[in-house]
């Protein structure tokens, strides 16, 4: 039942299954007994690939502790290696003020973090948006993605959280699209800007309020303007083949991947080709 205050991530499991595979189980997981069964607290990975091994038991060290100081070690396992995100520690903090009557006080204490940690942790939760959290929570976004997203009102937090994911921004990136899109004057604006992110992103010098540079033509306007759409849709490309669970595809996931991949290449040989006989032509 704790594992719901922690993220399911999948490439961490696949790697702990890994390990386990050919290393067997080489820290024991822990657990306290609760209702005449074990409830896990820590080594919710560890117990998911030994799931998928079918490994029949597993190293346990028992703990006699109430739910509240479970909790607490939630948090404590997981600081020396920071393993666990922001946002999984403050559904923690969240999880003790209400479910257990204690103030941020009580919590700094018993946790051991300073006040002002726990009150950031809190602020963090409480002001994202329920669809956005559960984002989160199924590593479709991090928490540092969600930092710069507290800044929006509620309601328009999901759209652009969707454009951070849809473009695979960095959380630095994530803050600058952000802060864009406070400054936006008007609806038109805000969806300019999330509908054209390269505008804000890019590193050359650019305008979002002038999407036209009036030296060019309509034609070459469109034409630079789906340059820039077409680069970040390269970065946000490569930042996914980049990413670790590339390396997990099931043998049927990889087909498919790989034929739509194969269609992108030949769109970039064509791409190439029209470039270079338009230098020709110059």
């Known amino acids: 039942s704790l594992s719901e205050m922690r993220i399911m991530n999948h490439v961490r499991i696949y ?3 890994r390990s386990m595979h050919l290393h067997g189980q080489l820290q024991p997981v822990v657990a306290r007994i609760y209702d005449g069964v074990y409830q896990l607290i820590d080594g ?3 117990y998911y690939a030994a799931e998928s091994l079918m490994i029949e038991a597993l190293w346990c060290r028992v703990l006699k502790i109430d739910l509240p100081q479970a909790k607490v070690l939630l948090l404590s396992y997981n600081r020396s290696h920071q393993s666990m995100e922001a946002w999984e520690e403050a559904l923690v903090l969240q999880d003790l003020q209400k479910n257990h009557a204690m103030d941020q006080r009580s919590i700094a204490r018993l946790t051991g973090y300073s006040r002002s940690w726990v009150c950031r942790r809190l602020s963090l939760v409480e002001k994202i948006d329920e669809q956005v959290g559960s984002d989160i929570m199924m590593g479709v976004l991090t928490s540092s993605h969600a930092r710069p997203l507290t800044k929006l009102p509620r309601g328009n937090q999901a759209e ?48 979002p309020e002038e999407p036209y540079d009036v030296k060019l033509s309509s034609h070459g306007n469109n034409l630079v303007q789906s340059a820039g759409c077409l680069i970040l849709s390269l970065r946000s490309m490569l930042t996914k083949l980049g990413d670790q669970r590339s390396e997990i595809l099931t043998p049927t996931e990889k087909i498919i991947v790989i034929e739509a991949l194969q269609q992108v290449n030949q769109y970039c040989k064509k791409v190439t080709a029209s470039i270079t006989h338009l230098q020709t032509i110059i």
């Open 15 to 17: 790697q702990v299954e």
């Open 44 to 46: 919710f990975k560890r």
């Open 160 to 207: 652009v959280a969707r454009a951070i994911s849809n473009f695979g921004l960095t959380s630095r990136q994530s803050e600058t699209l952000v802060e864009a899109f406070l400054r936006a004057k008007d609806e038109n604006q805000q969806h300019y800007i999330l509908t054209h992110p390269e505008c804000i992103l890019a590193d050359g010098p650019q305008n």
